[in-house]
């Protein structure tokens, strides 16, 4: 729907897309089979509710049908947030939660695809939504198998196109998602979590200490009712609402497999600039993000890279904060951006050669004295640029800078 066509007014669902959020959960189990085609997946959520019934529904047809048609001509909004609010205080979550749909203004524009969710519920409000997306939103993309090195890479782009102005978007799952939200936290800044099932199951255990940190600094989206678990196709369905929100999908870490180039490949579907960060030639886990390079995609080598990319988007005068927000989207320069590549060229020459040594392969402390460094020099050369932020500690001993020199 054109902007025009969005209306003003209380906050809340219309009742057609609330309905339609209710009609996908009670679908829940046949869009569950049908994401064994990811592709079909998304051709379905495209439908309109009777199609999608028609199409879908089996044997449950006729009785979802006249359920469909029973439903109420007010959305039970007032109900569903009180349900909301209950559910957050047991878990420790103290957040606002609406629901927002695309006939209000204040639904984010990007989300006008055929495809796109009719209705978000959103933790943290509809009005923080609206400021996050009002900006430039980068999706941060990956698999959720990372090794260390697809963690600081995360961390440190998502980092600094955080402390640039840029809001991040990712999922909540192991990985690179973990770590791109956890990096915009370290920023100060708040990112957009897209969930895949409904916003009181979807979140995994283990990430909901992060999962309450990105909520209050930020904002958690589902299009699925609260207490809807989304199972597989519901995973599968949030990622055409994050490369959607984003003008820029970046992959940082990934195989060569569907499953872990699934969101890039359908950000590129959907016209959006895609972008991947190279990788270790032997590991698996550059498999995907280089054969995504080979096929045109944009080499990003820190947050520089992806502020340039925004810049050929239009996204430098077409994405700035609204007036409402008092401030606009100015980024750090390429050349001095927030995720510390401006701080190496103020390091002493014996820290600068052991960084680039370290990012060369050189990466623990015996192997920089077999590289000819003195082995005292090389412990205390490491010592300082791990308190520096420019290093981090790996497994086996090994370190990892925190962001790419250029």
Request: with cysteine; glycine share 12%.
């Amino acid at each position: 729907m054109s902007a025009a066509g969005r209306t003003g007014g209380e906050p809340g669902a219309c009742a057609r897309c609330a309905r339609r959020s209710w009609l996908l959960s009670m679908l829940s189990g046949p869009l569950d089979c049908c994401a064994r085609d990811r592709w079909r997946l998304i051709e379905l959520l495209a439908l309109a509710d009777e199609e999608l019934l028609r199409a879908v529904a089996g044997t449950r047809k006729a009785d979802l049908h006249a359920q469909y048609a029973r439903f109420g001509s007010e959305p039970p909004v007032e109900e569903t947030r009180t349900r909301m609010r209950e559910t957050d205080a047991q878990g420790g979550i103290e957040a606002d939660v609406e629901t927002i749909c695309h006939h209000r203004r204040d639904y984010p524009h990007a989300l006008d695809g055929p495809a796109a969710p009719h209705m978000l519920e959103v933790a943290g409000g509809a009005a923080r939504l609206a400021e996050l997306a009002s900006a430039p939103v980068v999706a941060v993309l990956g698999s959720t198998r990372a090794s260390d090195y697809g963690i600081e890479m995360a961390r440190g782009l998502a980092r600094g196109l955080a402390a640039s102005g840029v809001s991040v978007a990712g999922s909540v799952t192991d990985g690179i998602a973990a770590a791109a939200h956890a990096g915009a936290l370290e920023a100060g800044a708040g990112s957009i979590a897209v969930m895949g099932g409904g916003l009181g199951v979807a979140c995994p255990a283990r990430w909901r200490s992060l999962y309450e940190r990105v909520v209050h600094a930020g904002c958690a989206v589902s299009e699925l009712p609260h207490d809807c678990a989304g199972r597989r196709w519901g995973q599968l369905a949030s990622a055409r609402i994050l490369v959607e929100l984003a003008s820029v999908a970046v992959l940082v870490e990934a195989d060569e497999t569907a499953e872990d180039l699934f969101a890039a490949r359908l950000a590129r579907a959907r016209g959006r600039t895609v972008a991947a960060i190279p990788g270790r030639v032997t590991s698996p886990l550059s498999r995907g993000t280089h054969a995504l390079l080979m096929d045109g995609a944009s080499l990003v080598r820190g947050p520089g890279d992806v502020l340039e990319l925004l810049y050929r988007c239009g996204e430098a005068a077409a994405g700035r904060r609204s007036s409402a927000s008092g401030s606009a989207w100015a980024p750090v320069s390429a050349g001095a951006t927030a995720s510390g590549e401006d701080s190496q060229s103020g390091l002493r020459r014996e820290l600068r050669l052991t960084l680039e040594r370290v990012g060369a392969g050189c990466d623990t402390p015996d192997k920089l004295t077999r590289a000819g460094v003195d082995a005292a020099e090389a412990l205390l050369a490491l010592s300082e640029l791990e308190l520096m932020g420019l290093l981090a500690r790996g497994d086996g001993g090994r370190y990892l800078p925190t962001a790419p020199s250029n």
